[in-house]
């Protein structure tokens, strides 16, 4: 697989901002996903960019730099449901296969 | 409309023996997948499929085995289970095979090897 890198663990508090960052390796990217987790659940779609720039949904918004190999994913006005790992997933060489980071488990404290 | 289930939810079993996990999606997807996940490592594919009938080696396929008989089933054995196959594993489909489609994942199976 390729090497995707994220930081393991980061912690904010409630109404605040947090800053994913991922980097990967950008021979023969195809497009970029994050994926948010919950504890024992099931990972699901949050957010998907091909082009460079900025992708806002709601609270959350999704960066990406294809030259430097360099995504970050955006949470504002944080809420306490907002706790969870956060996966970043980048699909290489034109094909349907994604390669995984470990995941950044946020912690929103009150 | 129930997404993506897998069955069963959690397993304990000895070394060496057998066992078989069941993913079903009813989104009619061609694509489907079978990860696992282990702390500190991000999803990692085992096998998948682009379709009815079809399997394909993923990035970890030792000792797993699967087969898609139904465009709506794909199955995940594991023929003598080991220790290191302690994880918990998901499966997730995808409409198509293009690398913009968003996979949508089942709620997991956790098994342990004894």
């Known amino acids: 697989g390729q090497n995707i890198d994220q930081p393991t663990e980061m912690t904010a508090t409630e109404g605040a901002i947090v800053q994913i960052n991922c980097t990967y390796q950008t021979s023969g990217f195809n497009g970029l996903f994050w994926y948010q987790q919950h504890a024992g659940e099931a990972p699901t779609f949050l957010s998907y960019n091909v082009l460079d720039g900025l992708e806002e949904k709601g609270r959350f918004s999704s960066f990406l730099s294809r030259s430097k190999g360099y995504s970050y994913l955006l949470l504002k006005e944080l809420q306490m449901k907002d706790s969870a790992s956060y996966l970043c997933?980048?699909?290489?060489?034109?094909?349907?296969?994604?390669?995984f980071g470990a995941g950044t488990t946020v912690t929103v404290r009150a | 409309n129930a997404g993506v289930t897998q069955t069963p939810k959690f397993r304990v079993l000895k070394t060496g023996q057998s066992m078989t996990l069941l993913c079903a999606q009813d989104?009619?997807?061609?694509?489907m997948y079978w990860y696992r996940q282990d702390p500190g490592m991000g999803l990692r594919l085992i096998h998948y499929?682009?379709?009815?009938?079809?399997?394909a080696k993923g990035e970890v396929p030792d000792g797993y085995n699967v087969s898609r008989l139904k465009k709506q089933n794909f199955l995940l054995g594991l023929e003598s289970a080991a220790p290191s196959q302690t994880s918990v594993y998901f499966c997730?489909?995808?409409?198509?095979?293009?690398?913009?489609?968003?996979?949508?994942f089942g709620p997991g199976t956790r098994l342990l090897v004894l």
């Open positions: 997933a980048v699909s290489f060489g034109g094909d349907y296969k994604l390669s």
């Open positions: 989104m009619n997807h061609e694509y």
């Open positions: 499929s682009v379709g009815e009938g079809t399997t």
């Open positions: 997730a489909s995808s409409l198509t095979g293009t690398s913009q489609e968003t996979q949508y």
